[in-house]
């Protein structure tokens, strides 16, 4: 017990520590070096004095904040719109047009860059087709760009939002004849506010922060993402890059608090909801049909001639189908080699993280001890929500390249990169797995603890499988994710480890177009594949759920009728041999639960549970039952104190009889589990009743409440349908004696 507290208390500093190193210590690094001057020397503020001093410096935090709040509510707007009309009206193919919402999920951010200049620049498709003269490079570029790069999140979000509200209040207003537009601004509104917030303040911070889009169709309009980039990359000013990093932070870090405020005041879901009903409108319909079909074709051409692009030999002068595109070298390194990197990357990114996330989340959530640790640790573990992946990247430079630092190693090679993904994208992860653990009942670690079974057991046997779910859907966003970020590793790549979504630069700033959009193609087609198996694979893991939950179901079904049934003979059979012997029994655990809760047997223990004191039990007893049909399948006893406990089965239903010894004012019988381990139990002594069961005499405990309070705890009378049968009999076993 004592070590096994021990290797919990270890693990969970290990992996606060794993998260201090990855996270604290690296953005430390960065403010110290945003202090410093280009030799290292201390020189305060100057670096910040010199950025605002530039006016086209300066001007870049204005533009960040003007882009950020400018995308985030025109994607709200559109986002709401579209996703009230997937949930309000009577639109066809819902399931199509919110596979298309989510698209641009699957593509890098600079895949939306290049849309709009295959589709509106100086050789656009749409420019030269109605000879247009449309600037799309600037402010309403990178707008455009932006709003479909954050608009699958924003809709995910309130399409859950609109899911989750209660009919009921809307048929109420109906009843008090309140019209379709004040219900809309007094119950619709006002149930998905904290929704609109936060999806406020996840739009800015995914705007603010984003890099690809601005450096696509930014043009000669400066923002703070792009600005790092050129400090570091272009000018080598490691100094001043930090500057503007932390910038780049401050924001990020206000909309992250404001957003957890905001979350702990949002309301739950009521488990008596009802699902919204959607009612005869063809006016709605109409609109919404118009709105989220055009729009769908919107984000679909976006990807369309993207593709398309990619597939010509020179645009838009030879439009002759060729894989020209997909053909190339870069430095000499094949593109496919490259490719193959960013694959690698992705999947051992996924497996690590999604294995630290879970480990994290369990030590966090399932633990009751070392509070303190676990308040830091899940401090830790949601603040990458709030460091935008260009600072991550730039602050494991200063870290891990440092020549005193033992984890120099990792600088320069595939470790570095996988360990910024896990640390950029480690917060949802992290919060899904905590909320899949929170549904899971608090006792299976009590459960197991009380009956023996190792901790780490318990995990792998339960937890795990309870929480696939959301471990699998961690590995997806890990893996998606890894694929399509820029941000996070455009500083940690050299010759050895470049990767697809970062050669997209290199291929722009070429002028390689054609180049560029081939690789958003390669990553697109990658993502969708790999999503596409990721669902049907999970289906049909949740199928094999299902089937073999119905199967146990209708197992159960079964021998619960074979127990009606024959559960009469049973009783005549042991009334009939105690009459005879004059050997006294009564029914025990489930049997006695069953009796008392429901005067039935209980769904989870489909057997016989019948107690005996040993110092009554005689011979003839075990041979006359067995006479009449009663096949022993297992039996009992320890060393130097002979029989405990024998199994019977009688025609299908299994009979286990509890030998008890007196122990003071105390009854003691044994039990051994399905691992094998044997354990005693202590329960209070007591004279017997006579009760009909199944309509036939049979004997209880008379302080049958107080036995069943000490084994099964307070709440015994309240059926639980999480109770699993390998944790039979007991759930709340009041006082375990030993381990044998």
Same mark, same amino acid.
């Given at each position: 017990?004592?070590?096994?507290?021990?290797?919990?208390?270890?693990?969970?500093?290990?992996?606060?520590?794993?998260?201090?190193?990855?996270?604290?210590?690296?953005?430390?690094?960065? @403010?110290?070096?945003?202090?410093?001057?280009?030799?290292?020397?201390?020189?305060?503020?100057?670096?910040?004095?010199?950025?605002?001093?530039?006016?086209?410096?300066?001007?870049?935090?204005?533009?960040?904040?003007?882009?950020?709040?400018?995308?985030?509510?025109?994607? *709200?707007?559109?986002? @709401?719109?579209?996703?009230?009309?997937?949930?309000?009206?009577?639109?066809?193919?819902?399931?199509?047009?919110?596979?298309?919402?989510?698209?641009?999920?699957?593509?890098?951010?600079?895949?939306?860059?290049?849309?709009?200049? !295959?589709?509106?620049?100086?050789?656009?498709?749409?420019?030269?087709?109605?000879?247009?003269?449309?600037?799309?490079?600037?402010?309403?570029?990178?707008?455009?760009?932006?709003?479909?790069?954050?608009?699958?999140?924003?809709?995910?979000?309130?399409?859950?939002? $609109?899911?989750?509200?209660?009919?009921?209040?809307?048929?109420?207003?109906?009843?008090?004849?309140?019209?379709?537009?004040?219900?809309?601004?007094?119950?619709?509104?006002?149930?998905?506010?904290?929704?609109?917030?936060?999806?406020?303040?996840?739009?800015?911070?995914?705007?603010?922060?984003?890099?690809?889009?601005?450096?696509?169709?930014?043009?000669?309009?400066?923002?703070?993402?792009?600005?790092?980039?050129?400090?570091?990359?272009?000018?080598?000013?490691?100094?001043?890059?930090?500057?503007?990093?932390?910038?780049?932070?401050?924001?990020?870090?206000?909309?992250?608090?404001?957003?957890?405020?905001?979350?702990?005041?949002?309301?739950?879901?009521?488990?008596?909801?009802?699902?919204?009903?959607?009612?005869?409108? &063809?006016?709605?319909? *109409?609109?919404?049909?118009?709105?989220? !079909?055009?729009?769908?074709?919107?984000?679909?051409?976006?990807?369309?001639?993207?593709?398309?692009?990619?597939?010509?030999?020179?645009?838009?002068?030879?439009?002759?189908?060729?894989?020209?595109?997909?053909?190339?070298?870069?430095?000499?390194?094949?593109?496919?080699?490259?490719?193959?990197?960013?694959?690698?990357?992705?999947?051992?990114?996924?497996?690590?993280?999604? $294995?630290?996330?879970?480990?994290?989340?369990?030590?966090?959530?399932?633990?009751?001890? !070392?509070?303190?640790?676990?308040?830091?640790?899940?401090?830790?573990?949601?603040?990458?929500?709030?460091?935008?992946?260009?600072?991550?990247?730039?602050?494991?430079?200063? $870290?891990?390249?440092?020549?005193?630092?033992?984890?120099?190693?990792?600088?320069?090679?595939?470790?570095?990169?996988?360990?910024?993904?896990?640390?950029?994208?480690?917060?949802?992860?992290?919060?899904?797995?905590?909320?899949?653990?929170?549904?899971?009942?608090?006792?299976?670690?009590?459960?197991?603890?009380?009956?023996?079974?190792?901790?780490?057991?318990?995990?792998?046997?339960? *937890?795990?499988?309870?929480?696939?779910?959301?471990?699998?859907?961690?590995?997806?966003?890990?893996?998606?994710?890894?694929?399509?970020?820029?941000?996070?590793? *455009?500083?940690?790549?050299?010759? &050895?480890?470049?990767?697809?979504?970062?050669?997209?630069?290199?291929?722009?700033?070429?002028?390689?177009?054609?180049?560029?959009?081939?690789?958003?193609?390669?990553?697109?087609?990658?993502?969708?594949?790999? &999503?596409?198996?990721?669902?049907?694979?999970?289906?049909?893991?949740?199928?094999?759920?299902?089937?073999?939950k119905r199967k146990d179901s209708i197992k159960k079904e079964k021998q619960g009728e074979n127990l009606l049934l024959t559960g009469k003979e049973v009783l005549e059979i042991l009334n009939k041999t105690s009459q005879k012997t004059g050997v006294k029994y009564w029914l025990e655990f489930g049997t006695l639960l069953g009796k008392i809760r429901e005067n039935n047997f209980i769904g989870h223990d489909i057997n016989f549970d019948i107690g005996i004191m040993k110092e009554e039990l005689i011979p003839k007893f075990i041979i006359d039952i067995e006479s009449e049909g009663f096949k022993r399948i297992s039996s009992l006893s320890l060393k130097n104190e002979g029989l405990k406990n024998i199994k019977y089965e009688y025609k299908g239903i299994e009979i286990e009889i509890f030998l008890f010894d007196r122990e003071d004012d105390k009854?003691?019988?044994?039990?051994?589990?399905?691992?094998?381990?044997?354990?005693? !139990?202590?329960?209070?002594?007591?004279?017997?009743?006579?009760?009909?069961?199944?309509?036939?005499?049979?004997?209880?405990?008379?302080?049958?409440?107080?036995?069943?309070?000490?084994?099964?705890? &307070?709440?015994?009378?309240?059926?639980?349908?999480?109770?699993?049968?390998?944790?039979?009999?007991?759930?709340?076993?009041?006082?375990?004696?030993?381990?044998?």
């Amino acid at each position: 017990m004592k070590k096994d507290k021990l290797i919990k208390i270890m693990l969970s500093l290990v992996l606060v520590l794993f998260l201090v190193i990855s996270i604290i210590f690296p953005i430390f690094n960065l @403010f110290i070096k945003a202090f410093q001057g280009k030799n290292g020397n201390y020189i305060g503020l100057k670096n910040f004095a010199e950025y605002f001093s530039n006016p086209v410096t300066a001007s870049s935090l204005t533009n960040s904040l003007k882009v950020s709040i400018t995308v985030t509510i025109l994607t *709200i707007i559109l986002a @709401f719109l579209f996703s009230y009309g997937i949930n309000r009206s009577n639109l066809r193919g819902k399931s199509l047009l919110k596979g298309i919402a989510l698209l641009p999920l699957f593509s890098p951010t600079m895949t939306h860059g290049i849309a709009l200049i !295959y589709l509106f620049g100086r050789q656009g498709i749409i420019t030269k087709a109605f000879d247009l003269s449309i600037s799309i490079y600037g402010f309403w570029g990178i707008v455009f760009a932006e709003t479909i790069f954050i608009f699958p999140v924003l809709f995910f979000m309130l399409v859950l939002a $609109f899911d989750s509200e209660d009919y009921r209040k809307y048929e109420m207003a109906e009843i008090m004849g309140i019209c379709r537009l004040k219900q809309f601004f007094t119950i619709t509104i006002p149930n998905i506010k904290y929704t609109l917030i936060t999806c406020f303040f996840s739009g800015f911070t995914l705007s603010f922060t984003d890099f690809g889009a601005p450096k696509v169709v930014g043009g000669n309009y400066n923002v703070l993402a792009t600005d790092i980039f050129k400090q570091v990359i272009g000018q080598q000013n490691f100094s001043m890059g930090s500057a503007v990093g932390i910038l780049l932070i401050i924001p990020a870090f206000i909309a992250f608090v404001f957003d957890i405020v905001i979350k702990s005041k949002s309301s739950k879901i009521d488990s008596k909801s009802t699902k919204y009903i959607i009612k005869e409108n &063809k006016a709605r319909d *109409i609109f919404f049909k118009l709105f989220n !079909y055009i729009l769908s074709l919107i984000i679909v051409s976006f990807f369309g001639i993207v593709i398309l692009a990619s597939l010509v030999k020179t645009w838009p002068y030879d439009m002759t189908l060729s894989f020209k595109s997909y053909n190339f070298t870069i430095m000499g390194e094949s593109i496919w080699r490259i490719f193959g990197n960013s694959i690698l990357v992705s999947v051992f990114s996924a497996i690590l993280g999604t $294995f630290l996330c879970f480990l994290t989340a369990y030590m966090i959530e399932r633990e009751k001890d !070392y509070i303190v640790v676990r308040k830091i640790g899940y401090f830790l573990s949601i603040l990458p929500n709030a460091l935008p992946g260009l600072t991550i990247g730039l602050a494991y430079i200063f $870290f891990f390249n440092s020549k005193d630092n033992i984890l120099n190693f990792l600088y320069g090679s595939f470790g570095i990169i996988i360990l910024a993904n896990i640390v950029h994208f480690f917060a949802t992860p992290f919060l899904a797995i905590t909320a899949r653990l929170k549904t899971l009942d608090s006792e299976y670690e009590t459960i197991s603890n009380i009956m023996g079974v190792p901790w780490y057991r318990t995990i792998f046997k339960v *937890i795990i499988p309870l929480s696939i779910d959301s471990i699998l859907e961690s590995f997806s966003y890990y893996f998606i994710n890894s694929m399509i970020t820029i941000s996070a590793v *455009i500083f940690l790549y050299t010759t &050895k480890t470049r990767l697809i979504s970062v050669m997209m630069i290199s291929k722009n700033d070429a002028g390689d177009i054609g180049a560029a959009a081939a690789i958003s193609v390669m990553i697109i087609l990658v993502n969708i594949f790999f &999503k596409v198996v990721f669902d049907l694979s999970m289906k049909y893991i949740r199928n094999r759920i299902y089937n073999k939950k119905r199967k146990d179901s209708i197992k159960k079904e079964k021998q619960g009728e074979n127990l009606l049934l024959t559960g009469k003979e049973v009783l005549e059979i042991l009334n009939k041999t105690s009459q005879k012997t004059g050997v006294k029994y009564w029914l025990e655990f489930g049997t006695l639960l069953g009796k008392i809760r429901e005067n039935n047997f209980i769904g989870h223990d489909i057997n016989f549970d019948i107690g005996i004191m040993k110092e009554e039990l005689i011979p003839k007893f075990i041979i006359d039952i067995e006479s009449e049909g009663f096949k022993r399948i297992s039996s009992l006893s320890l060393k130097n104190e002979g029989l405990k406990n024998i199994k019977y089965e009688y025609k299908g239903i299994e009979i286990e009889i509890f030998l008890f010894d007196r122990e003071d004012d105390k009854v003691v019988c044994y039990l051994e589990d399905k691992n094998g381990i044997i354990s005693a !139990y202590k329960l209070s002594n007591s004279t017997l009743k006579e009760i009909k069961f199944m309509g036939i005499d049979t004997y209880i405990p008379r302080n049958s409440l107080k036995r069943l309070l000490e084994i099964y705890g &307070k709440n015994f009378n309240i059926s639980d349908p999480n109770w699993k049968e390998e944790m039979s009999p007991s759930r709340y076993i009041s006082e375990k004696i030993k381990d044998i």
